[in-house]
């Protein structure tokens, strides 16, 4: 039966080019490494070396047997972690959930350090609006959030701030108030808003509408549908609509003395129950600055 001993000796000995060089890096005899690679081919009824010249090379057998012993060593070291992991109180699960208003791509760099610094994490990403994602960490149902900073959070939840984004005030050309200035922003009361809203009709202060007509929506990825389709003006995340503003499908509602656009806090946000897991605290201090 085949052993992971000798599976590691005969991939050590591939990567090193020599039986006395994979015994050194294995720390055993060589002999030990020998004998685990003569009893491998015995097990295998293969011969896995060709040892007519100075240094050992595989043989086509040898070719074939290498990736399947590679995939072997590498599960063997991650059971290795899982046990280690074991004695840890920590729990490795991460369940994310980020406003699809937030740039997404910010989070790349992130995940590539927490995996680098926790190969066991097991990862769950959500996406939602910000007031579902709050309802989502006061209900533990994810471990931290990413959202659009509120005025107040429920009494359980800490949060801390990791930057702004950019949105603006946009609608679509054919819309009547792309077609000329306007005065003053009250102008926008007589117009349809286009409103970002939660899925059980939870409410706060940036889904506050400014007209009395309004359409809601609970992704800012629909809104910018919404609002290139004419039905009505929207505040939308500028990351979101740069595609859409220069291929002339949306524009920036011109308002005379207004600066319309502005730029909105965001928020990671955690139940206080698990202020000190040590993993969360190494997610959080992770984000800090990450939309800076």
């Not at 996406?127 to 209900?139: F, P, R």
């Not at 928020?267 to 605290?281: A, L, M």
Request: hydrophobic share 40%.
């Amino acid at each position: 039966m085949l052993s992971i001993e000798q599976l590691y000796s005969f991939v050590t000995t591939v990567e090193t080019g020599s039986f006395s060089a994979a015994a050194r890096k294995l720390g055993k005899v060589q002999s030990a490494i020998s004998q685990h690679i003569i009893n491998l081919e015995v097990d295998t009824n293969q011969t896995l070396f060709d040892r007519s010249s100075r240094y050992p090379t595989l043989t086509k057998a040898g070719k074939q047997l290498l990736p399947q012993a590679k995939a072997v060593i590498a599960q063997h070291q991650r059971l290795n972690l899982q046990v280690q992991a074991l004695d840890k109180q920590d729990d490795l699960k991460l369940t994310l959930a980020v406003d699809e208003g937030i740039p997404y791509d910010k989070f790349t760099a992130l995940l590539k350090n927490l995996s680098k610094l926790y190969p066991l994490c097991e990862l769950e990403l959500l996406c939602a609006s910000s007031l579902d994602i709050i309802h989502l960490v006061d209900s533990k149902r994810a471990n931290l959030g990413i959202v659009f900073s509120e005025l107040t959070y429920p009494e359980a939840i800490d949060f801390e701030s990791l930057g702004a984004v950019q949105f603006e005030l946009l609608v679509s050309p054919s819309h009547p108030l792309a077609q000329e200035n306007s005065s003053h922003i009250d102008v926008l009361k007589l117009h349809r808003q286009l409103l970002i809203g939660a899925k059980e009709d939870r409410k706060g202060w940036f889904s506050t509408p400014h007209s009395p007509d309004v359409w809601h929506a609970d992704n800012y990825y629909m809104l910018l549908e919404l609002t290139k389709a004419g039905f009505g003006w929207a505040l939308l995340p500028q990351h979101l609509c740069e595609e859409a503003i220069a291929a002339q499908q949306l524009c920036k509602l011109k308002i005379d003395f207004e600066q319309l656009g502005w730029q909105a806090n965001v928020d990671v946000i955690q139940h206080k129950s698990r202020s000190e897991n040590q993993f969360n605290k190494q997610v959080r201090a992770l984000m800090r600055g990450l939309l800076n």
